[in-house]
């Protein structure tokens, strides 16, 4: 039986893979909300939390130092087989369970940070190469209060900037992104 996080998980992989996939060769080179990364290198960021998250699900080790180069082959395809992967291994009934030898945090944290990273960067991909990104509503339920707790701590790591103000009617998606750094009104040009 899965856990209650395995279905958000599927979600956020499931609107992220038509964003990737959408990607053109020609636009691995934009740039993204993410002012480090552009596409190409935000893909291979994607790619390699997604490879990585599926041994913290497991509580093996998973090495962050380095980011290999994702984009060989039917890189597309790929990117949904492996986000394949990461939905079984969160799936795992005790996948929830205890605490993450690899970072030091409790299995749901780390489950909150990788639907984050679904959800957050499935927007940067899509709002940096101009497609449609529908966040699944639940999964951004689930995700935006683990957002609010882990901001400072992320800030702190550079793993966000500092927070966007956005106008008072801006829609809870527009202030999770702003709560990680991002303009909600960023575009490419």
């Not at 691995?28 to 552009?38: N, S, V």
């Not at 497991?58 to 890189?75: C, I, K, N, V």
């Not at 882990?150 to 900037?161: I, L």
Request: some cysteine.
């Amino acid at each position: 039986m899965a856990n209650d996080l395995s279905p958000l998980i599927d979600g956020a992989a499931r609107a992220a893979d038509p964003v990737v996939r959408g990607i053109t060769d020609k636009q691995l080179t934009q740039p993204t909300p993410c002012a480090e990364y552009d596409v190409r290198a935000l893909l291979n960021h994607l790619f390699h939390v997604v490879v990585g998250f599926q041994a913290l699900a497991a509580r093996e080790a998973a090495d962050f130092s380095t980011t290999p180069d994702y984009l060989q082959g039917d890189w597309r395809a790929r990117f949904g087989a492996e986000t394949g992967k990461l939905v079984t291994a969160w799936a795992a009934p005790d996948a929830l369970e205890g605490v993450s030898p690899g970072m030091g945090l409790p299995q749901r944290t780390v489950a909150h940070m990788v639907l984050g990273d679904l959800l957050v960067h499935g927007w940067d991909l899509a709002r940096a190469t101009g497609q449609d990104y529908r966040p699944d509503q639940a999964v951004l339920d689930e995700v935006r209060p683990a957002t609010e707790d882990m901001a400072p701590m992320a800030r702190e790591a550079g793993a966000y900037g500092e927070e966007v103000s956005v106008p008072s009617d801006a829609t809870p998606f527009e202030k999770m992104l702003a709560l990680t750094g991002r303009d909600p009104r960023w575009s490419p040009s």
